[in-house]
């Protein structure tokens, strides 16, 4: 069981408050880490954090970040000391890992799929993040789309030809086309009834765990988290404060 990310004693400040404090998280490979709390405990936070994305205000106050399957380079270093330069360089320094060992999938498929792009376009984009290309094109994107329970011809369409569910599972195949090592997914249940809620939660368990990648799932849904995730993060929100997602 390998490690995939190892965030520990994650801390992030605004000037007047705290808005996560001490956090440890790891990702494991084909398995599925939950982050949970109410609104404003710093989930959203927290996940850009361990993809290097921290902002300057609020800014990084402590906590180290490794990548243990590319070296043990704590990716967190010197930044809080450099202030807004060492967060530009964060970000800066880690911007090759996503979307390739790192794949986001943002709360709405609206976000994650660019409506004036077809999905097929978007999907050749995120297998053009991959260490080595496919052989051939076109059967990954079908391979893709028929994981995801998506005809072909799905890649031919523009998102809003698409019904909600139909979006939410081509935001899933773009997310997974650029074949990476953790997918995080952040509340990929938003706004959808309760039967396809736990349709799409099962699809992404099942093809995340099919390409062996690890899933940080964040989500307010107990029963979810109770029923697929192996570990689990609780984050409270911080007395105080406010809009952290």
């Known amino acids: 069981m390998s490690e995939l990310i190892r965030l520990r004693q994650l801390s992030v400040r605004a000037p007047d408050r705290v808005l996560v404090e001490a956090v440890d998280i790891t990702v494991f490979g084909g398995q599925v880490t939950a982050l949970c709390g109410p609104s404003g405990a710093g ?10 994305v921290v902002d300057v205000l ?3 106050a402590g906590g180290s970040l490794h990548f243990p399957e590319r070296g043990e380079q704590d990716w967190f270093a010197g930044v809080a000391a450099d202030g807004a330069r060492g967060h530009v360089r964060l970000a800066r320094d880690t911007a090759a890992l996503r979307g390739g060992y790192i794949s986001y999938s943002p709360q709405a498929a609206s976000s994650a799929l660019n409506p004036g792009r077809t999905v097929g376009r978007q999907m050749e984009i995120s297998v053009a993040r991959r260490a ?3 052989k051939d094109l076109g059967a ?13 011809r799905a890649a031919a369409s523009l998102p809003g030809e698409l019904s909600g569910g139909q979006c939410q599972r081509a935001a899933l195949a773009v997310a997974m086309a650029s074949d990476p090592r953790v997918l995080i997914a ?6 959808l009834d309760p039967v396809l809620r736990r349709q799409i939660v099962e699809l992404l368990l099942a093809v995340g765990k099919a390409h062996g990648c690890g899933i940080l799932l964040i989500s307010h849904h107990e029963d979810t988290v109770e029923r697929i995730a192996e570990h689990v993060v609780r984050l409270e929100a911080p007395r105080g404060s406010k809009g952290a997602a």
């Open 132 to 134: 080595t290309p496919p």
């Open 43 to 52: 989930k959203s936070l927290t996940a850009r954090a361990c993809m290097g």
């Open 140 to 152: 990954t994107l079908r391979d893709l789309l028929h994981e995801v329970g998506l005809p072909g």
């Open 186 to 191: 952040d509340e990929p249940e938003t706004g």
């Open 58 to 60: 609020p800014g990084l």
